[in-house]
């Protein structure tokens, strides 16, 4: 077996969550009176990234906006949003043979770390997962190297080559590098196909069933 622990992204990885982000997305647009026309026909690009930063970067917004954002959006995704999402299929069946093989599953995503493990306590495949790591909700430890380095450490866990991270767009094949592991790429999520060859993560992805057939 090549890999030891795998780090699973959530969004665009393990589950559909469009709906509930772009729900609270539209939410905070609306009472921040952001016209229609300001807006950006494609949303995909915001999920993945730290909230923050797609509130800036896809929307033009200053830092001081920006946390005015975030604070909306949470409004609407904590009590609603997050649950508003829907499970890839193959993917309750492919954790569960990935730990009765052996390997150690983890949560590893940008979203707030209280928002996640909700979100996976909701799910039937949350028994499988070793420990849930995710942002504060000030912001801090957003990056995906830092939520690397940060499961690592709670896993008593050096950098290396074993340690797999899972994800959907370029910021998970990026921080996997600055981090020390290994990068698959999944192409069922939000990111771009460009995107992820640009990134030339270890491993491509190309179904949720995938995961064991290249895996195991």
């Known amino acids: 077996m090549k890999y030891k622990h795998l780090f699973f992204d959530l969004d665009g990885t393990l589950i559909d969550s469009k709906r509930g982000i772009f729900n609270a997305v539209h939410y905070t647009l609306d009472k921040m009176e952001i016209k229609a026309e300001d807006r950006p026909s494609d949303f995909n690009p ?43 299929d193959g993917i309750p069946e492919a954790l569960n043979q990935l730990v009765e093989r052996g390997f150690v599953i983890s949560l590893v ?42 499961t690592l450490h709670k896993l008593k866990l050096s950098p290396s080559a074993d340690v797999l991270m899972i994800g959907d767009r370029y910021h998970d094949i990026r921080g996997a590098k600055l981090a020390g592991v290994s990068s698959a790429a999944v192409l069922y999520g939000y990111g771009s196909n460009d995107e992820l060859l640009e990134e030339a993560p270890d491993l491509f992805i190309n179904t949720p069933y995938e995961l064991t057939s290249l895996l195991i």
Do not use: Q, W
């Not at 797609?54 to 609603?80: C, G, H, P, Q, W």
């Open 109 to 150: 995503t940008s979203k707030a770390e209280s928002y996640a493990r909700l979100i996976i306590e909701s799910t039937p495949f949350s028994k499988y997962f070793e420990t849930v790591s995710g942002c504060e909700l000030d912001g801090r430890r957003s990056t995906k190297h830092e939520l690397i380095n940060y």
């Open 46 to 88: 915001f999920i993945g990234p730290p909230l923050r930063d797609s509130f800036r970067d896809l929307f033009n917004l200053t830092v001081e906006e920006a946390e005015m954002a975030t604070k909306i959006y949470r409004e609407y995704y904590s009590k609603t949003g997050l649950y508003e999402y829907s499970i890839y």
